[in-house]
Each structure stands twice: as C-alpha cells, then as structure tokens.
C-alpha cells in the first residue's frame, strides 16, 4: 500500500480557501486517492475520492496532478464547522480478487478561527 | 447515514478481564473493520474481515482477536484487558472489493482501570 504523507496540522480563517496537499510517490497505476473528514467524537466520514485530474463534488474538489505523486483536498470558503482533521488515503478500489485494508496516517487537523 | 451499530458505547472495565465489543450492519456489506484511535496516533487498524468467518490481522492486532460467524456482525475481543487498550474503537464497513468508500460506526470508548 502506498504511504501518504501530510501536514500534521493547519490553521484557517472562516470564508477563506483551505488547500490541504497529500503526498503518495508510491502510488500504484491502480490506486485511487480517498478523503476521509472527522469530526471531534464521530467516525470518518468519506468526503471525495479520485483517479486523476480534477474531481468536484457539493463539499470539496480534489486535484491530482498527472504524475499522481500527490493530492490536494480544497475547501471552498471554509466555516468553523470545518474544523476537523481530514486523512488521505490512497488505494485499489477497483481490485476484485483481493480486499482493501484502509489503513489511514494521522491525517491534517484543520482549525477554522472566526 | 449507512446502518451500522456499535455497542456498547462506553465501557469501563479492570485489568486482566475479557471484554467483547460488537460492531452490527444492516447493509449487507461485505468488508468490516476494527480501528483503535488514540491522540497522536491517528487511526489504526486492528483486524478486519473480507467475508464471513474469514478475516485477518491490522496493524495492531497483538491482544485483540475477532470473530464473524453471521455477515452482520464482527466482534472484537480483548481476551485481558490492559490499561494500554484504553482506547477509543471504530467499526467500518464496506462494499465490494477494494472499496475505500468505507462507513463508520460511532465508536465505542473503552477504558481499562
């Protein structure tokens, strides 16, 4: 499985963009790249997950540069509810035969001051 | 929100006792998962199951052992309880194979006196 490196830890102010990058240079050609997000006393929520280029969704947009040596989680215009640490994880979804293990770093704890 | 249960939700218990803690789903899905999550570290995986009776061991599996005899339910048990397994437990579940789209339990808190 390929490790991921990421900040331990960033500081925000409401409404601004938050960019949070991740760095997997072991990717495999297989592997895709998944966001989790949690919240203080909550399980991970899954947030976005991607193979290449640029991925968007209502909370977050995911972009992957065309080595996929890394990721960038952005936030658009975060708010205090923001506030959580979010973990990237990179692996084979597609896989058929075998089964993922979900193994998660200690991911970037994100604080949004007012 | 994905149908998954975890129970008990607290637990305080003393060293050197068995504890069993049991994660249930409703949705049918086929890969289930036990993490520990402790401050600094982050979550770690435990032990997981790829199908029914058939699993194998996380990044942490010294201590813990785990059953699954029905698909809807993976059980976690401490066999003696120390103080280094006061922990905060997620349960998480997932689909087909190789899915990273994983749903999680609320946790289950355990502290060992």
């Known amino acids: 499985l390929a490790k991921t490196t990421q900040p331990i830890s960033m500081d925000s102010y409401e409404g601004q963009e938050v960019n949070i990058t991740c760095s997997h240079n072991?990717?495999?050609?297989?592997?895709?790249i998944t966001w989790y997000q949690q919240f203080p006393s909550q399980g991970p929520r899954f947030i976005i997950q991607?193979?290449?280029t640029k991925v968007t969704n209502e909370v977050a947009s995911l972009f992957i540069p065309a080595d996929r040596k890394s990721s960038t989680l952005s936030l658009p215009r975060v708010s205090l509810s923001d506030t959580a640490v979010y973990y990237c994880?990179?692996?084979?979804?597609?896989?058929?035969?075998?089964?993922?293990?979900?193994?998660f770093g200690a991911g970037t704890r994100l604080a949004v001051h007012p | 929100d994905a149908g998954i249960t975890q129970s008990p939700r607290h637990k305080v218990t003393e060293t050197g006792t068995p504890v069993t803690l049991r994660c249930h789903q409703t949705?049918?899905?086929?890969?289930m998962y036990w993490y520990r999550q402790d401050p600094g570290h982050g979550l770690r995986l435990i032990h997981y199951?790829?199908?029914?009776?058939?699993?194998d061991k996380g990044e942490v599996s010294d201590g813990y052992s785990v059953s699954r005899s029905k698909t809807e339910d993976f059980l976690l048990t401490l066999e003696s309880a120390t103080s280094s397994q006061t922990s905060v437990y997620f349960c998480?579940?997932?689909?087909?194979?190789?899915?990273?789209?994983?749903?999680f339990g609320q946790g289950t808190r355990l502290t060992v006196v």
């Open positions: 072991n990717i495999a050609t297989n592997d895709y």
């Open positions: 998480a579940i997932s689909d087909v194979a190789g899915d990273t789209e994983a749903f």
């Open positions: 991607g193979y290449k």
């Open positions: 994880l990179v692996g084979d979804i597609k896989s058929t035969g075998g089964y993922n293990k979900l193994i």
């Open positions: 949705e049918n899905h086929r890969y």
């Open positions: 199951s790829y199908g029914v009776k058939d699993t």
